[in-house]
């Protein structure tokens, strides 16, 4: 069995810059955030789909004109055969390869970074309250990625789903100064949803444009681009 639990059926054209993809989805994760938009793929690992029924669907999705894969989860660093997973959609199907990560993972991510062609790392809060944000306290690991993906990937986004209960201006500065000079940061509006972990998220408004654009500003020249999304 591969570590893809599922996939959407209909590609998609906003998950993968400039591609029409597909998105698989692996199961687990060694975060713990309460405003996960994919809660039923956090925690233990589930039993993914067979190598035969992945090969099928990614038969089907060259039918329709996809030329990339999306990656996602869970989180795909946890699960040990993401580097043949990468090669079976590159080599096999000749899709380009986005992978999403939280970086917790820096000796696979080093792995899979000569692999894949895009990679999108979330930076879920300053570094000071990851561990009460995320359940990681293994800073260290996460600023290791940035750095790994900063010399190594062929193309790459930072980004953050901005809450308000997180998101003040102190958090958003120490997150200016541990993505300062990459190539691209984020900016991700957050929407409440019925099904998140933590009742408290589940009430929480929606990340407003105008907020999203005042850290527009307060962000300005940590990266050579800063993108809005949701605005």
Same mark, same amino acid.
Request: net charge neutral.
């Given at each position: ?11 998609? *054209? ?35 789909i067979s190598w035969n ?50 970086g917790s993972n820096p000796?696979r991510l080093a792995e ?30 996460? $600023? ?27 958090? *958003?500065?120490?997150?200016? $100064? ?9 900016? $991700? ?23 999203? $654009?005042?850290?527009?500003?307060? *962000? ?12």
């Amino acid at each position: 069995m591969s570590s893809i639990y599922a996939y959407l059926e209909k590609p998609s *054209m906003v998950d993968y810059p400039k591609h029409f993809a597909a998105v698989f989805f692996t199961s687990g994760c060694n975060f713990a955030c309460g405003f996960c938009h994919n809660a039923s793929l956090m925690g233990k690992k589930q039993t993914g789909i067979s190598w035969n029924k992945l090969e099928a669907a990614c038969t089907q999705f060259k039918k329709e004109w996809v030329n990339g894969v999306v990656i996602t989860g869970g989180e795909p660093t946890c699960g040990a055969d993401l580097p043949k997973l990468i090669d079976l959609f590159k080599t096999r199907f000749g899709f380009a390869v986005k992978l999403d990560t939280n970086g917790s993972n820096p000796e696979r991510l080093a792995e899979c970074l000569p692999l894949v062609d895009y990679v999108a790392m979330d930076i879920k809060c300053g570094l000071s309250a990851y561990s009460e944000v995320t359940g990681f306290p293994d800073t260290g690991k996460i $600023q290791e990625s940035i750095a790994l993906v900063r010399a190594k990937a062929k193309d790459y986004e930072f980004r953050t789903t901005v809450i308000e209960t997180i998101h003040n201006a102190e958090q *958003m500065e120490e997150i200016r $100064q541990i993505v300062k000079g990459s190539k691209r940061y984020v900016l $991700q509006a957050f929407i409440p949803r019925d099904e998140l972990p933590e009742e408290h998220y589940r009430t929480i408004p929606r990340t407003t444009a105008a907020r999203l $654009q005042e850290l527009n500003i307060q *962000m300005a020249g940590c990266a050579e681009e800063i993108l809005l999304r949701g605005a």
